[in-house]
């Protein structure tokens, strides 16, 4: 019997990270041809370095913020005898990317319009010229798949006092964007459903990544079932999303957050 995504070849952005290499592994195991990318590095090196030994995994160097380099990867990967049917936007600015370790995180009042603009061009732009990129080397010639990735903080504000005394923020540009992507989600949906490609948006919870005992039973409150995700539970639904048997399905934000937006 085949594996459920052996017919799939999946552009993933920004894959080193705790989700995407947890996308990564999940694929692979399920059969698919893994095209993973992100910011050369040390999460590149570790996924190399993981994955490297699967004779359907790929990896190459993507800045999502560069125009050029996105105008270039589809050609790229096409010229190396691969072409993609799902794409998965994935990459953004999270907080700790954005302040790096160690920082002190800035209130609004004096959050920069240099940081502000650097999350809407990774998590917004970035996004719109891999799915512009699509609609050139892509859609149309193939059915297709997009993925975009938004959050529990899309949609639903967050509760600020969990944050108090964390060394981590929620903040205003990261929700604006991932509110952003849906409506890209939403406005590409129509566009693209007569040419055979859907597009989804996934909208994970809050993740667990060794945060505090203190900041888990803060966020735990809020949510429905009393706990943070393990990233296979939200790799579990991408799974899906990557397959066939979500082919019916488009326009649509999908939840998987134990019930933080279900109250
Ligand atoms: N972890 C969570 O709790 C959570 C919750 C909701 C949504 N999400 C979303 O899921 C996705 C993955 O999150 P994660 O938890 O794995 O985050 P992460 O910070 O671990 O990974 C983000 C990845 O994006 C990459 N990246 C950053 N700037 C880039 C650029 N300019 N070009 C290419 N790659 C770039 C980083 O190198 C990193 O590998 C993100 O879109 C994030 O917003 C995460």
Same mark, same amino acid.
């Given at each position: 019997?085949?594996?459920? /995504?052996?017919?799939?070849?999946i552009?993933?952005t920004?894959s ?5 290499? =947890? ?8 059969g698919?041809t893994?095209?993973a990318s992100d910011?050369?590095g040390?999460? #590149?090196?570790a996924m190399?370095e993981?994955f490297g ?6 990896y ?7 125009e050029?380099?996105?105008? *270039?990867?589809?050609k790229?990967v096409q010229?190396?005898? /691969?072409n993609p %049917?799902?794409? /998965?936007n %994935?990459a953004?600015?999270t907080?700790?990317l954005?302040?790096g370790a ?6 609004f *009042?004096?959050?920069s319009?240099q940081?502000w ?9 970035g ?5 512009r990129?699509m609609?050139?080397d892509?859609v149309g010639?193939y059915? =297709?798949?997009?993925i975009n990735v938004?959050?529990?903080?899309a /949609? %639903?504000?967050? &509760? &600020?006092p969990i944050?108090?005394g964390?060394?981590f923020?929620s903040f205003s #540009?990261?929700?604006?964007t991932k #509110? ?8 590409l =949906?129509?566009?693209?459903?007569k040419?055979?490609c859907?597009?989804?948006t996934i =909208?994970p919870g809050?993740? !667990? %990544?060794? &945060?505090?005992?203190? !900041?888990?039973?803060r966020?735990g409150?809020?949510?429905m079932?009393?706990?943070m *995700?393990d990233p296979?539970?939200?790799a579990?639904?991408?799974m899906f999303?990557?397959?066939e048997n979500a ?11 134990g019930?933080?937006?279900?109250w």
């Amino acid at each position: 019997m085949s594996s459920p /995504l052996s017919d799939k070849t999946i552009f993933i952005t920004g894959s080193g990270g705790v989700l995407g290499t =947890a996308y990564v592994s999940t694929l692979l195991d399920n059969g698919a041809t893994v095209v993973a990318s992100d910011l050369p590095g040390h999460r #590149a090196d570790a996924m190399k370095e993981r994955f490297g030994s699967y004779a359907n995994f790929v990896y190459y160097d993507l800045d999502v913020s560069a125009e050029e380099e996105i105008e *270039a990867i589809f050609k790229t990967v096409q010229t190396d005898g /691969l072409n993609p %049917n799902v794409v /998965l936007n %994935n990459a953004a600015i999270t907080g700790e990317l954005l302040m790096g370790a160690g920082k002190s995180f800035p209130d609004f *009042a004096n959050t920069s319009v240099q940081d502000w603009e650097k999350t809407m061009r990774v998590n917004l732009t970035g996004s719109f010229m891999i799915a512009r990129q699509m609609d050139r080397d892509i859609v149309g010639k193939y059915p =297709a798949q997009l993925i975009n990735v938004a959050s529990m903080y899309a /949609l %639903n504000g967050p &509760h &600020h006092p969990i944050y108090e005394g964390m060394p981590f923020k929620s903040f205003s #540009a990261y929700s604006a964007t991932k #509110a952003g992507i849906h409506g890209l989600t939403l406005w590409l =949906a129509g566009y693209w459903a007569k040419r055979d490609c859907t597009v989804n948006t996934i =909208a994970p919870g809050a993740v !667990f %990544n060794g &945060h505090s005992d203190e !900041f888990q039973k803060r966020v735990g409150e809020l949510i429905m079932n009393g706990r943070m *995700a393990d990233p296979q539970e939200i790799a579990n639904v991408m799974m899906f999303l990557c397959s066939e048997n979500a082919r019916y399905m488009t326009g649509q934000m999908i939840n998987v957050d134990g019930g933080f937006s279900g109250w």
